[in-house]
């Protein structure tokens, strides 16, 4: 039918029909995200929920241009030494989670992708160093691959108040965002009855903090979870696959 939007995930794949999409020139997308806290109210899924969501939707989008994207299988575990002290939070090593990434950049080219795309929905620095790190490592290796950090300008500007304050762990941002695709994960009732915790988590990163308790997360969410809504996470989904998607059209006019 013209003009639908057309998602292929590689996990529901069959052999065969990845090979089709190979053989067409495709793209691969991959989910970033941890298992960590998020607040009483959100899964420990919400990273990955998010990254990969987004990454479905960049995919659907481009595939109204005619641009084939796979979508990997998610990225579930990563640095996540902020979180640690709740229970539930599974870290890796910095070495673990760059070599992890980059192997499977490495791995999606040598499967016949074009390149590759890393759709990063967790935001702690350690993280993001590992993930431009094992982005910097595929490349050198001969792999197109682009990493569009959100938390740097222009696209975090993009991204809603909450965002640029720094104080959206687990707030109105992820809160919203989970709330648009998997509704039935969001604890709604205790979201609304948490006040909203100003703290920017990124200005205490900045110094010196190492963990959601010493930056001002007794709960680990900041935010405002109370506010959230699924049509703004509905909207937060469409800036982060346009993000996602003109990553891929950079790749297109670089080769």
Partial sequence: ?????????????????????????????LPCGATEAHGPHLPLSTDVIIAE?????????????????VVLSPIAYAVTEYASEFAGTVSISADTSRALVRDVILGAVRAGFRGVVLCNAHLEPANIEALRAAADEASAKGARVAFPDVTRKPHALTLGD?????????????TSLVMAVRPFLVHEDLALGLPANPASLSVAIKEGKKTFLEAGGPRAYFGDPASATSSEGDELYSRLAAIFAAAVRELIAES
């Fill in 1 to 29: 039918m013209p003009g639908r939007k057309r998602v292929h995930r590689l996990c529901d794949m069959t052999y065969e029909e990845a090979r089709a999409d190979v053989e067409r020139g495709a793209w691969a997308l």
């Fill in 53 to 69: 969501h987004a990454a479905e939707r960049a995919a659907g989008d481009l595939s109204l241009d005619a641009i084939t994207a």
């Fill in 162 to 174: 909450e965002f640029k304050s720094g104080a959206c762990h687990a707030g109105s941002y992820e």
